[in-house]
């Protein structure tokens, strides 16, 4: 399985769950490649059988949460032509549905949104594991 994990990260906390997650997928014998959004290479993405888009919660923290960088993601994400995403979003105290938010923006793109988790930004390690453990899930049940 190709895997393409690509981040916008304002202050680090998303970059390292990407490496996180994609270390994870790696380790399940997945061939992955891992891009800041501003550096994605379309050939991998073209090749991808799956892609992971990453950003941070935006919002006023209790509400009115959003995928921080979803307009850098639109901008620099071609069409995903019916390619299989997961969206996961870091945050601080309350992620709301920002990560719906994000998968419902890729499937805009074109994507099937299969899933989207949150990962905290104090447990980056053990949120970003959970999250690899239900991308792996969804293709065992495929
Ligand atoms: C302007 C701004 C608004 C934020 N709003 C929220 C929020 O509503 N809920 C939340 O849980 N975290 C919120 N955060 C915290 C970030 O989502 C969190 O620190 C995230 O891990 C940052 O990711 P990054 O290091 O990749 O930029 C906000 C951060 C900023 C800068």
Sequence with gaps: MHVVVTY????G????AAHLVAK???????????FSINNVDYGALAKADVVI??????????FGQHPGGAGKIAGELPDLWDKATFAFVSY??????AADK???????????NLGVGTIHRDKLKDDAAA????????????
Excluded: Q, R
């Design 13 to 16: 906390n998303t970059e390292k």
């Design 8 to 11: 916008e990260s304002k202050t």
């Design 92 to 97: 601080a105290h309350n992620p709301g549905k």
């Design 53 to 62: 888009v990453g950003t941070w919660c935006g919002g006023l923290f209790f």
């Design 131 to 142: 999250f690899v453990d239900d991308v792996l899930a969804e293709f065992a049940s495929a």
């Design 24 to 34: 994870g997928l790696a380790k399940a014998g997945a061939t992955v490649s891992t």
């Design 102 to 112: 994000l998968g419902e923006i890729l499937e805009a793109m074109g994507s099937v």
